[in-house]
């Protein structure tokens, strides 16, 4: 897919850089070229020789050289590409791309292209929590720059949180994502997946059988056929896909705002299964068992994103398809949910305990749409997943 695929790939000064190495390698042996910009500090952590000697390229660093500027222009250099990289993506670098700066090549290069743009986002915890990165993040995205990662975990200044550079190989399925001449090419989809998980005091909480599996291949097939894909989670078994924006959330309340976030899309699917109530008076520290006591739980509603997004005056997308987990009347309660909840596309399916649905590896599900119930045979949920995106290509592209 990578193969006579040019990628422009600006190194931002983060610890994370040491991945770069191996992220060359990997773009390369998939018929890529690479041409490589390294900002200032990105030499404080690989050397320019290190990556010329692996991209088998000169690489560029200075704005004003005279030699480069002969040879390639920074207007050209910045144009010549399928898709500029920026990884890592620093606190720095995307703040200077949400103000629009251009005081060095990186930054110049990235206000002169014209071609797509992809961030690798790296940093400390607290810098990626921090309300400036947030919002450089929603200008960056609302202008059409892609973003992969960054991944939870241990940090190299000890910490642990999201704000880890996404691994070489979830970059390269990235880049696939965005070069795929599919029907979605284009298209933004957010998609919700997994359970979520409401406290009942810091040790205890309220769940269900989700195992996210379902979700996670949607998001893979959607990415397959071209979509740029946003991935709300919960707190889901299944490993989480390659390619696609990742947010990973634990109750309903922070699904609903990640979702809410991720706005606008063109199309929104909604297959995580989220917890219709959450307790109301969660306690702050571990609840004691006391003999012959039991403990009062006061419950509340938990927000209807289904709902909520399906009936938006402003900024709704273009489709939106809930999905509805029965264990009886299937077609019934899932066409009465699709009316209430006024969603486009209902998916629905049967979890009785016996058909080893939920959890499990297949699916048996039926479409409901305005023009009625269309059920599919049992398949393998990759399957599924490959045919529903298909479907939502359809109806995007107007088939």
Not at 117 to 126: C, G, H, K, L
Not at 179 to 206: F, M, Q, W
Request: charged share 25%; proline share 5%.
């Amino acid at each position: 897919m990578l193969a006579k695929k040019r990628i422009l790939l600006i190194i931002g000064g983060g610890i994370a850089a040491y991945k770069v190495l191996d992220l060359i390698r990997r773009l390369r042996e998939r018929g890529a070229a690479v041409t490589p910009v390294m900002t200032r500090a990105a030499g404080e952590f690989v050397t320019p020789l290190s990556v010329s000697a692996l991209a088998g390229e000169k690489v560029y660093t200075d704005l004003f050289d005279l030699t480069d500027e002969a040879e390639m222009g920074h207007i050209q250099l910045s144009r010549v590409a399928d898709l500029v990289l920026v990884a890592p993506a620093t606190a720095d670098l995307m703040a200077k791309m949400a103000g629009g700066h251009a005081d060095d090549l990186a930054s110049t290069l990235l206000m002169a292209t014209d071609t797509p743009v992809m961030i690798a986002p790296a940093m400390n915890v607290r810098m990626w929590e921090h309300a400036a990165t947030r919002r450089n993040l929603a200008v960056l995205q609302g202008d059409g720059v892609r973003v992969v990662g960054p991944n939870e975990g241990d940090m190299a200044c000890g910490e642990y949180g999201p704000g880890r550079m996404a691994e070489p190989l979830e970059i390269v399925a990235a880049i696939e994502a965005a070069l795929a001449d599919g029907p979605l090419k284009g298209k933004r989809v957010v998609v919700t997946s997994g359970p979520t998980h409401e406290p009942i005091d810091p040790v205890r909480y309220i769940a269900n059988r989700s195992s996210g599996a379902q979700g996670t291949a949607l998001a893979e097939a959607l990415r397959d056929l071209g979509a740029a894909v946003v991935f709300v989670t919960g707190p889901a078994v299944a490993a989480r896909p390659a390619g696609v924006e990742v947010i990973e959330v634990e109750t309903a309340v922070e699904m609903r705002a990640a979702v809410l976030g991720a706005l606008p899309a063109d199309a929104a699917v909604f297959a995580a299964a989220v917890a219709d109530w959450r307790v109301e008076n969660a306690a702050a520290s571990k609840m004691k068992k006391i003999a012959g006591k039991l403990p009062a739980l006061s419950f509340t509603e938990n927000p209807d994103i289904l709902a909520e997004v399906a009936q938006l005056r402003d900024g709704r997308p273009g489709l939106v398809v809930g999905f509805a987990a029965e264990t009886d009347d299937v077609v019934a309660h899932a066409s009465a949910k699709r009316q209430r909840k006024g969603c486009d596309w209902i998916v629905a399916n049967d979890v009785r305990p016996e058909t080893g649905i939920m959890g499990g590896s297949e699916n048996a599900v039926v479409l409901i749409t305005e023009g009625g119930a269309e059920e599919w045979p049992r398949m393998g949920k990759r399957d599924v997943a490959a045919r529903l995106a298909m479907r939502v290509a359809e109806a995007l592209s107007g088939a």
